[in-house]
């Protein structure tokens, strides 16, 4: 079975940052895209980035463009997100989830866990 798991969340003061990670196992990693999204509380959940099966095209939300990065270590079955100059409104439970195709078009069909990111003032 397919399963994601998130780690690196955590809590951190405005203008610091985390590196989230994703470790994928139980499918090609390397042949599908992924994505990483983001519930506040009292939210809807919301895509934050997502890159594509090879990791030559990326898409970013408005509100991290310039400030996150996302990429993926297909070796490693890994996707990572690297969130600088972080906001208090960026404070979510993140989740790393899968598309089932090699492009970011459609509904991600597999989800992690999620993993709290806390940003104090």
């Known amino acids: 079975q397919v399963q994601l798991t998130e780690s690196g969340g955590g809590s951190v003061q405005a203008g610091g940052s985390l590196t989230l990670s994703c470790v994928v196992s139980?499918?090609?990693?390397?042949?599908?895209?992924m994505g990483w999204f983001r519930q506040a509380p009292g939210k809807e959940r919301e895509r934050v980035a997502a890159i594509n099966w090879i990791g030559r095209n990326t898409r970013y939300a408005d509100s991290v463009k310039g400030r996150f990065t996302i990429s993926r270590d297909n070796d490693k079955n890994t996707l990572f997100l690297q969130m600088n100059e972080l906001k208090p409104e960026d404070t979510a439970v993140y989740y790393c989830a899968a598309y089932p195709a090699v492009y970011f078009h459609e509904t991600p069909d597999r989800w992690g866990q999620g993993t709290q990111v806390t940003v104090s003032p």
């Open positions: 139980g499918r090609t990693f390397s042949n599908y895209a």
